[in-house]
């Protein structure tokens, strides 16, 4: 599976953004989809995650402002971001974990990092 991530960029404090990380090539299914991000010197964090069932895990930092959403026809996921600050300046990635006909396992991907920064 490759996944293509986009909607970052730079917002003010206050602001809003949308990410998406669209997934493609071959696979049966995609168990759970997931927002992660890294911020210079810490470690990668998971930001939120959406399992195909529609159950939602969120970071504690990010609930009730982030909303992760998935388009099931277009096998993309949404991280909708209102209410930002500077705390949420990171480099978003994406992840899925998915089946493959033919494997008894799960399989991760990774999208390449995009970069939000949030500043006045």
């Known amino acids: 599976v490759q996944l293509q991530a986009s909607g970052g960029g730079l917002v003010q404090p206050g602001g809003s953004l949308r990410l998406s990380c669209a997934a493609s090539?071959?696979?049966?299914?995609?168990?759970?989809m997931g927002w992660y991000r890294q911020a210079p010197g810490s470690q990668r964090e998971l930001v939120a995650a959406?399992?195909?069932?529609?159950?939602?895990n969120y970071a504690d930092s990010v609930k009730g402002r982030f909303t992760i959403s998935k388009d099931n026809a277009k096998n993309t996921a949404y991280l909708q971001m209102n209410s930002l600050n500077s705390e949420d300046t990171a480099v978003y990635s994406c992840?899925?974990?998915?089946?493959?006909?033919?494997?008894?396992?799960?399989?991760?991907?990774w999208g390449q990092g995009t970069q939000v920064t949030v500043s006045s």
């Open positions: 090539g071959r696979f049966v299914s995609i168990p759970v």
């Open positions: 959406l399992t195909s069932e529609g159950n939602t």
């Open positions: 992840n899925a974990q998915y089946r493959v006909l033919g494997y008894d396992r799960i399989f991760s991907s």
